[in-house]
């Protein structure tokens, strides 16, 4: 018996019945807990040599971790064997496509989060996530006359199985006025490996928001209802829904509350484990490194100096191991999309974490200061100005690197919205392309260009490095093999075709180019720009001056902002 087909036996013992006969979201759950039980071993082995040397802690709002049945059993070289055992069992693999993504992300900020830890876990790197398990996500969205209609993306409604609940880790976040529990949910993050290998297995840690008092009797035995349930309403919201609308006060507050619960109860549990693992924390630079995914994690630096001033340590001294331990990813090259926090906000909910803020401005003042920086290079550089804190510049100041995400980006920052800290720290700044994972969006997404890729270069070596596929070029004056290689393609787009016809109700031509963009819709991604191209297309055909065109069917996806 195979593994894969041990487990799906064990799938149908739990659930009592075959495979083919039951519910999909029984089976897959049934499924994810019998590979959940056979990863576990390895799973805390990996898990106890990331803590007893040098751990990486990649904080990030989003992971768009994406559908966990594929993705898991292909990284374990079992995806091909469960397919077999399935279609043995009367069903097939392919009913997992009405499982729904975990919610947990949005658009390339949560990909590249996602990216980074397959990759760290393929090449064995003691690298775990953290963030937040939203119970709603972004949201869902339909469509009605022509607009956009927003519904909750329950996702877990059916359950999930590929979290563990750590009630035992569980920590306390604290704001002026609210303490809110931080109960953590451990995912896998199994690295791809060869069949029969043992994978490499990261964690991707992500905090639920829950009250510390659930209920309030006595005051629902006043009749007071709403009241009795006020705390637990409160403390929910903030796991509740990714990016709330910040158009009103309350809703800018509900979003710092969101960055400071996943930093205070991560850095929580970071200083924890390093505590019970070397029992001081004076070698915590040694162990730690923390990369910020973009700013909405970077309220962590004086959450950090706050936890180590509590330990007994100077102001002086957190500030040193904070500079050692952080780093900053940037995602913008536009000085409007830099978040900056207002004064009074931060100092409403988060008082110690403000004070904390504005000596580490000071301290970066009289350094600048001190070394004759002039006027127009401090006013750039403040960490908080117009009654405003810059995380950006919080994170540059405080932070041992930053990077861009590709070559282009790294250099326009020196340039441009960071031009002044390249001035002053050019040292600071690294680049870090940030690819994809071949695995998911080659291996599991087109197994029939896989498998072509394989014959041809007569491994999957590609799979763990990606530039192997170089050595396929001289195919492209291959007739033969270029003509398999198009038959892929052109089976791709009857697939995508197929899809669109069954959600949409709208029948495409395989036969046509397709012009696709998928990215939010926002004026700087250029949807409408792309529109416009596509008006002059239409009225060039029409009157004659575009006269050889491939039929073409221009394919838009994008979630645009409630």
């Known amino acids: 018996m195979t593994q894969a087909e041990a487990i799906l036996k064990s799938a149908e013992s739990a659930i009592g019945q075959p495979a083919a006969e039951a519910e999909v979201h029984v089976l897959h759950n049934a499924i994810g807990e019998a590979v959940m039980s056979r990863i576990l071993p390895r799973w805390n082995a990996c898990r106890r040599a990331h803590l007893a040397n040098r751990r990486v802690c990649y904080f990030s709002m989003e992971f768009l971790m994406g559908r966990a049945v594929y993705n898991n059993l292909y990284c374990l070289g079992l995806l091909d064997d469960m397919e077999r055992a399935m279609q043995e069992s009367g069903t097939s693999l392919s009913v997992f496509e009405e499982i729904e993504d975990a919610a947990l992300g949005n658009g390339g900020l949560g990909r590249l989060a996602a990216c980074f830890l397959d990759s760290a876990a393929t090449c064995s790197l003691p690298v775990d996530g953290y963030g937040i398990r939203y119970r709603y996500g972004l949201f869902k969205q339909g469509f009605a006359d022509g607009r956009q209609t927003e519904t909750g993306d329950d996702w877990s409604r059916f359950g999930d199985p590929w979290s563990i609940r750590k009630d035992s880790d569980a920590v306390t976040v604290s704001y002026r006025g609210q303490n809110v529990r931080a109960v953590p949910y451990d995912m896998p993050v199994i690295g791809y490996t060869e069949k029969g290998s043992e994978p490499h297995i990261g964690t991707l840690r992500l905090w639920q928001a829950e009250p510390v008092e659930a209920f309030d009797f006595g005051t629902f035995n006043q009749q007071d209802y709403l009241a009795a349930s006020a705390e637990t309403i409160a403390a929910e919201d903030i796991s509740r829904c990714l990016y709330p609308n910040d158009d009103t006060r309350a809703g800018k507050l509900l979003r710092l509350k969101q960055q400071y ?86 100092e409403e909910i988060l008082p110690e974490i403000y004070a904390i803020t504005l000596q580490i401005s000071e301290h970066f003042l009289t350094e600048l200061y001190a070394c004759d920086t002039p006027q127009e290079q401090i006013n750039a550089l403040r960490i908080i100005k117009n009654d405003q804190v810059h995380m950006a510049n919080l994170a540059m100041y405080a932070g041992k690197y930053v990077n861009g995400v590709a070559a282009i980006h790294t250099e326009l920052l020196k340039t441009t919205v960071l031009k002044e800290w390249y001035a002053l720290s050019p040292d600071k700044f690294q680049n870090k392309t ?45 007739a033969g093999i270029m003509e398999r290689f198009h038959s892929i393609k052109q089976e791709k787009k009857r697939q995508l075709a197929d899809y669109i016809l069954q959600t949409e109700g709208v029948c495409i031509d395989p036969e046509t180019c397709f012009d696709i963009q998928i990215k939010r819709l926002h004026e700087y991604k250029r949807q409408l720009l792309n529109a416009f191209s596509i008006l002059w297309i239409y009225y060039g055909i029409k009157e004659g001056t575009i006269k050889d065109f491939t039929p073409t069917t221009f394919l838009f996806g994008a979630k645009s902002a409630p």
């Not at 309220?299 to 100077?314: T, V």
Request: aromatic share 8%; proline share 3%.
């Open 261 to 346: 619960f996943f930093c205070a109860a991560s850095l929580a549990d970071c200083l924890q484990k390093h505590k019970a693992q070397f029992g001081t924390l004076d070698t915590l630079p040694e162990h730690l490194a923390i990369q910020l995914n973009d700013t909405h994690p970077v309220i962590s630096i004086p959450e950090l100096i706050r936890l180590l001033k509590n330990e007994g340590y100077s102001f002086e001294a957190a500030l040193a191991m904070a500079k050692q331990i952080f780093s900053y990813t940037n995602h913008t090259i536009m000085q409007e999309a830099l978040e900056k926090w207002s004064c009074d906000l931060v």
């Open 434 to 478: 940030n690819g994809i994972t071949q695995r998911r969006w080659l291996g599991v997404c087109n197994p029939e260009l896989t498998a072509l890729c394989t014959e041809l270069s007569g491994s999957q070596h590609f799979l763990t490095e990606l530039d192997d596929l170089r050595s396929l070029s001289h195919y492209a004056d291959d």
